[in-house]
């Protein structure tokens, strides 16, 4: 009760989770920036991370991953091939799919924004009490299991996990 007299009680909780996904994208894209690459995006840290864990992926799995359409998918693959960072091909045994495939810049690009997801969090983890770390993830975990429960794509759809940062 005393944490909301400090003016959280003036927000709701959907209010806050929107307010601290915006910060959290900010901090991202200016850490990022810092490291010389401007011009991050919001489905960067799913994107690269999921294309360095197991690339190539056609633009098919990068839509099912990213739980967004097809051509959603052709969007942000298109973004990163401007950037210099992944490379769009026709695959060798069906040329009907696409295959997205980190460059050497994306493989770095890749690490770079790992290393600065898990520098946020390591930033994040010391100001809060274990704890309370813990129940709001919990309480975030509950969030995205109540979206599963709608027969709508949940916590448990591939790149779930990376999609969500």
């Known amino acids: 009760m005393a ?8 927000h709701l909780f959907g209010d806050l989770l929107a307010l601290a996904r915006r910060s959290w994208v900010r901090q991202m894209a200016a850490g990022l920036r810092e490291a010389g690459h401007p011009g991050y995006v919001r489905s960067d ?3 690269m991370r999921l294309l360095a864990r197991g690339g190539p992926i056609s633009i098919g799995g990068l839509g099912a991953a990213l739980g967004v359409t097809r051509q959603a998918a052709r969007k942000v693959a298109a973004g990163l091939e401007q950037r210099g ?3 769009v091909e026709r ?3 069906d040329a009907r799919r696409l295959d997205v495939t980190l460059t050497e810049s994306g493989v770095a690009y890749a690490r770079l ?3 600065t997801l898990h520098r946020l969090d390591a930033e994040l983890a010391a100001r809060v009490e274990p704890v309370d770390l ?4 919990d ?3 509950a969030v995205l299991a109540r979206e599963g429960e709608g027969g709508q ?3 448990n759809r591939p790149g779930a996990q990376s999609a969500a940062t």
Do not use: F, H, I, M
């Open 3 to 10: 944490r909301e007299s400090r003016g959280a009680a003036a």
């Open 45 to 47: 840290a799913a994107v």
């Open 85 to 87: 960072y992944a490379r």
């Open 91 to 93: 695959n060798r045994d």
């Open 113 to 115: 924004v790992t290393q």
């Open 134 to 137: 813990a129940a709001a993830k």
């Open 139 to 141: 309480v975030l975990r």
């Open 153 to 155: 794509d949940g916590p």
